[in-house]
């Protein structure tokens, strides 16, 4: 791992190296997230798991980062709140589809947002996607389809819900990339909580849903604390690379939810397990070394560091 210091002693990652290995530490635990979120069962619906995420992550990053100074100071803040809002939709859009539809159908239509964040991408900065990184794409995409044995059919609803889901997730890490120049990943994921807190909270109210085990008493911080370790190391990993890139990375967390069937839920490893979990590790892994070809780490270092 190659790094750097200046005048101030601060260390600067390898952007080839820092983004996928916060990419990857994140998706390992969003695994650990939905595993959470599985387990809690259908007791609890959409907008009551939204709520505690969203209310307890505000809690926490108050409490860490909030003593010195108002936590809710940031540059750009519309955009701050837009990227707040798109990211709570995805949240709720992903958490109903699973819901309504088997969770592999749900998560292969949500993971088509790396395609929407290069779209996303082109629009908003003129960002044009070359053709090998399009074949890595194509790659990690094609290895979650054989993962999961993805068929059409199922709810409509539960289906439009993944895939607009899948929309507004390619649009909100697609926005972090002007967002990181001037914010960190505390200001940028605390502003997510506070609009996903004033999108679940007035359904919470409605009919609400406590926690009544011991076990669900667990699992209610076990999620605020995955989510907010998660989101922030992910935000820090869009520092280093394109929101379309990071999206892809973030993708190997269908590799890992697998994994965990496997061994902690008894799934069977089939052919389709190691086919399709090679086909995307082996396209992360390519994306990876074409990125360090073509953006120069120096430049991208000076443009990643932390405010």
Request: hydrophobic share 50%.
């Amino acid at each position: 791992m190659n790094t750097s210091t200046n005048g101030t002693g601060r260390v600067h990652m390898d952007a080839a190296v820092a983004g996928p290995l916060f990419m990857l530490a994140a998706a390992l635990l969003f695994t650990l997230l939905s595993l959470q979120i599985k387990l809690l069962g259908p007791t609890f619906s959409a907008w009551d798991i939204g709520f505690y995420r969203f209310a307890g992550g505000i809690l926490v990053l108050v409490t860490v980062f909030g003593r010195r100074r108002n936590p809710f100071r940031g540059h750009n803040t519309r955009l701050l709140l837009i990227r707040g809002g798109t990211g709570s939709i995805a949240f709720i859009c992903m958490v109903t589809a699973i819901q309504r539809l088997p969770i592999s159908t749900a998560l292969v239509i949500f993971y088509s947002f790396p395609a929407f964040s290069a779209v996303f991408s082109y629009f908003i900065y003129g960002e044009r996607v070359g053709k090998l990184e399009i074949v890595c794409i194509i790659g990690v995409l094609s290895g979650v389809g054989v993962l999961f044995d993805f068929q059409p059919g199922g709810e409509p609803v539960g289906q439009a819900m993944a895939l607009l889901g899948g929309a507004f997730a390619g649009l909100t890490v697609t926005l972090i990339r002007t967002l990181r120049e001037q914010n960190g990943p505390v200001i940028i994921y605390l502003y997510l909580c506070a609009m996903g807190f004033c999108v679940t909270a007035p359904m919470f109210a409605l009919q609400p849903t406590w926690p009544s085990t011991p076990m669900e008493w667990a699992m209610i911080p076990g999620i605020v604390f995955t989510s907010v370790t998660a989101q922030l190391l992910m935000n820090q990993g869009f520092f280093y690379c394109r929101g379309w890139e990071g999206g892809v990375f973030m993708s190997s967390e269908v590799v890992f939810t697998a994994i965990v069937g496997i061994a902690f839920l008894g799934d069977p490893a089939s052919w389709r397990f190691w086919t399709g979990g090679i086909a995307v590790l082996a396209s992360v892994v390519a994306l990876n070394r074409l990125k360090a070809f073509t953006v120069p780490a120096q430049t991208t270092m000076e443009k990643g560091q932390t405010p």
